[in-house]
């Protein structure tokens, strides 16, 4: 990328946030759901190799803590009007197949199942922390038949996603209210997944996961979301303080594991570490 489109990514950037600012409620509707989308397009129209040099244009009062900051809102209150939405409905599953990001969860839970399975783990239980109004993943797992235990510190969360999942049927999805760092899952798990927006910073996440790592059933794996590039104004990366006592085994990409896609999140893959050895440097 030249320097004239840096500006003008940058340019279309700050202005989708400043209108996103502006909106009394970042609940989905004609307008909100179009900034949203832009915003999207915008950051995933540049390549990893180029993203150092968009987020150093951007200017100080619109630091990448804003965007994440507004995007983490949007999506939460985008699942919430849709988890109500499915518990109401007279259909459910056709309400639920209107879902905006409904490909998005399938692709990316395709392409952490195949990095999961990359190192020879073939999951059949997964502790979910950070599940939300709406937990997409838990569905898009359930269907592979893989048993799913939902935990959230958001009662509401845990009350919307219950009922709509009730709804719709879900199979081996259980629910949890509580902080992440206090799940008691009801069996041990092949997997923990660690969403994307679950610990403030990499302190929080290294907290919550060595805690949960006491749930693994032998040879099990933390999968924490994180993300690559330019993907970082929506979903924050987990940095090598997160994963402190763990061995990373892999890292799924989605501009290399994903293309073409609109993935956003990557997958760190990792591993309680082993008495004795030296963390990873």
Known sequence: MNPGAFEAV????????????AQQSLAPGIVVNALFNRLVTAV???????????????PPSCPPAAFRS?????????EQVWADRIARAADPAETFSRFPYRENYRLLVEMELQAVRRQGTDP?????????????????????????HCVDHDPEAIRLSSAAFG?????????????AAAATPPRPVDVVLLAGLVG?????????????VTHLAPGGLVLARSARGLRTLLYPRVGPAALAGLTVVAEANPEVDAPGTDVINSAILARPREPGRAPQP
Request: with cysteine; aromatic share 2%; net charge negative.
């Open 44 to 58: 995933l129209s540049v390549p990893e190799s180029a993203a150092d040099s968009v987020l150093a244009a951007l």
């Open 70 to 78: 507004v995007a983490s809102a949007g999506e939460h209150a985008l």
């Open 167 to 179: 709804r719709l049927g879900a199979a081996g999805v259980t629910f949890e209210h509580a902080e």
């Open 124 to 148: 059949r239980h997964v502790l979910l922390l950070g599940s939300g109004p709406l937990p997409l993943t838990a569905l898009c797992l359930a269907e592979h038949g893989i048993a799913v």
């Open 10 to 21: 940058d340019e279309r950037l700050v202005s989708t946030l400043d209108d996103l600012l």
């Open 200 to 212: 403030s910073d990499d302190a929080a996440k290294a907290d919550v996961l060595g805690k949960a």
